[in-house]
């Protein structure tokens, strides 16, 4: 089968600083050396229509095209199943990624080939028929509801990948935790490993433990439960979820980690993310709604609504 073809047109903007061809794609754009490899070699990245050494200064106004045959990318085609009936809010979209709101319950991608009814699924049906794919760069577990980000060609995984490790694109969750928590406002930096009584947990201090910090504000809080703002500085597996109950106020819902939890869905959101726009570095504050079940469970516990 023919390896899909990918093509990026950019037109640099009327304040762009002039600066070498080669500095704009790796520095600027954040695209790996790889890349910009294939590029010159092939001669597959035009300046106003032409190739171009990549010493070649650009400037405002310059159209970029960058065009990739396909075998540069680890993985350069989507093979997710299309859902039929897609089930997809989408809180911002443009030419390269959406941002969903993944609501509780459900996957983010499928665990075997050919499993449908994850997000994954659900964003390749969404995008069935545009000549964009759905591709996975972040996760959020099953349990969590809140904002996911699918690249929508395979030129920006890599991109955003930096971007979300060096923190840049940032995110920040509400929960709904035991008790009160004290003090109330603060962080936590526990290593987190795996927990050798039970694969599916991770646990503080746990087996090949990385350092892992999270920040912490308690919005709204009484004996029975707190409403925490909670902001990840690291992405470790089940990061709020085991810090949390390492502090002695597990999350509300939690089957994993509160012993004493009420019924799912656990009560943890990705209420907001702040997003660095590949290409043209501007910044989007994407807010995701919060569920009912949610809100319910703030009047419940009498800590108002958000």
Same mark, same amino acid.
């Given at each position: ?137 972040? /996760?959020?577990?099953?349990?969590? #509801? @809140?904002?996911?980000? !699918?690249?929508?060609? =395979? ?118 993310? /702040?997003?660095?726009?590949?290409? #043209? @570095?501007?910044?989007? !504050?994407?807010?995701? =709604? ?17």
């Amino acid at each position: 089968m023919r390896m899909k073809h990918w093509q990026i047109v950019n037109q640099l903007a009327v304040d762009q600083q002039p600066r070498p061809l080669r500095e704009l794609l790796e520095q600027q754009w954040l695209l790996p050396r790889r890349f910009v490899h294939y590029l010159r070699t092939r001669r597959n990245v035009l300046v106003n229509g032409h190739y171009v050494p990549v010493n070649t200064v650009v400037g405002p106004g310059d159209q970029v095209t960058l065009r990739f045959c396909g075998d540069e990318f680890r993985t350069g085609e989507s093979s997710y199943v299309p859902a039929n009936k897609p089930h997809l809010t989408v809180l911002f979209e443009n030419r390269d990624l959406l941002v969903v709101n993944k609501p509780a319950g459900q996957k983010c991608h499928p665990n075997y080939r050919g499993e449908t009814g994850t997000v994954m699924n659900d964003a390749a049906g969404y995008l069935a028929g545009t000549g964009s794919q759905a591709f996975m760069v972040h /996760r959020i577990d099953q349990q969590t #509801s @809140g904002a996911l980000i !699918i690249a929508k060609n =395979p030129v920006v995984v890599p991109i955003l990948d930096r971007l979300i490790s060096a923190n840049q694109i940032h995110r920040t969750y509400l929960a709904l935790a035991d008790g009160q928590v004290t003090p109330a406002d603060g962080s936590w930096r526990w290593s987190i490993g795996r927990d050798s009584n039970d694969k599916r947990k991770r646990q503080v201090g746990g087996v090949q433990a990385q350092m892992a910090w999270t920040d912490y504000q308690t919005l709204a809080g009484n004996e029975q439960a707190s409403l925490m703002k909670l902001s990840l500085h690291t992405g470790r597996t089940h990061q709020l979820r085991v810090h949390l109950a390492h502090a002695g106020h597990p999350i509300i819902g939690d089957p994993l980690y509160n012993p004493h939890h009420d019924e799912p869905p656990l009560l943890l959101h990705g209420a907001w993310l /702040r997003l660095v726009v590949p290409f #043209s @570095g501007e910044t989007q !504050i994407i807010q995701a =709604p919060i569920a009912n079940y949610f809100q319910e469970n703030l009047l419940k516990y009498h800590l108002g609504k958000v």
